[in-house]
């Protein structure tokens, strides 16, 4: 069974950073990208960065750019996000997300953990 | 950036009547076009891919069409666990989705 697991999240004033994780099984975890998509509290859905299965390439929404960085070690099936210089329009829910196509981005996403809440304080 | 526009933005639809749901595309995005399922509280889910592709354990009640700018998700017959918000994404240039259309009791 795939199964995506968050953590991390919490609250943090405007200037601060925070490392969010999660953790995969179920799967052939240096096969798929992985993606990165937040929501911010009673708003749609945002993606916000995506990391091949090899973890050799990334990519980053505009907004994001320069001040968060993906990450993963394939040997722990485990995903990073390190987000620098928060803001309060970075608070949101952040779920990981598996791609349904192996080796492929962009893709569907076809498992997505349950979220952890980032909470920037202004 | 592709602009994905979902109407309506509401849908009240009895239990067992059949739900149409539209997304647009602001240019062609082929067939690389999800849907996705999100109930209060949850993830979103992923029913149908490549346009009308449905994903894995979504029951045949769930149908998706159309290609370039123009997609429907058709729901059946609806049950009372179909009650939610439903989102289109695209994924021909990176991911963008559209605003939701809820579906909601009659």
């Known amino acids: 069974e795939v199964q995506l697991l968050e953590s991390g999240g919490g609250l943090v004033q405007s200037g601060g950073s925070l490392r969010l994780s999660c953790t995969a099984s179920g799967f052939t975890f240096s096969r798929y990208a992985i993606t990165w998509v937040r929501q911010a509290p009673g708003k749609g859905l945002e993606w916000v960065s995506v990391?091949?299965?090899?973890?050799?390439?990334?990519y980053y929404t505009d907004s994001v750019e320069g001040r968060f960085t993906i990450s993963k070690d394939n040997s722990r099936n485990t995903l990073y996000l390190q987000m620098n210089s928060l803001r309060a329009e970075d608070t949101a829910i952040y779920y990981c997300?598996?791609?349904?196509?192996?080796?492929?981005?962009?893709?569907?996403?076809?498992?997505w953990g349950q979220g952890t809440l980032v909470t920037v304080s202004s | 950036e592709i602009v994905m526009t979902q109407s309506p933005a509401t849908l009240s639809v009895s239990p067992g009547e059949r739900a149409a749901l539209s997304c647009r595309a602001s240019?062609?995005?082929?067939?690389?076009l999800a849907w996705y399922q999100q109930k209060p509280g949850q993830a979103p889910r992923l029913l149908i891919y490549g346009a009308s592709t449905r994903a894995t354990g979504i029951p045949a009640r769930f149908s998706g069409s159309g290609s370039g700018t123009e997609f429907t998700l058709t729901i059946s017959s609806l049950q009372s666990e179909d009650f939610a918000v439903y989102y289109c994404q695209q994924y021909e240039i990176w991911w963008t989705f559209g605003q939701g259309t809820k579906v909601e009791i009659k």
């Open positions: 240019q062609s995005v082929r067939s690389k």
């Open positions: 997300a598996k791609a349904v196509e192996m080796a492929t981005i962009p893709s569907g996403l076809d498992y």
């Open positions: 990391i091949s299965g090899s973890g050799a390439s990334t």
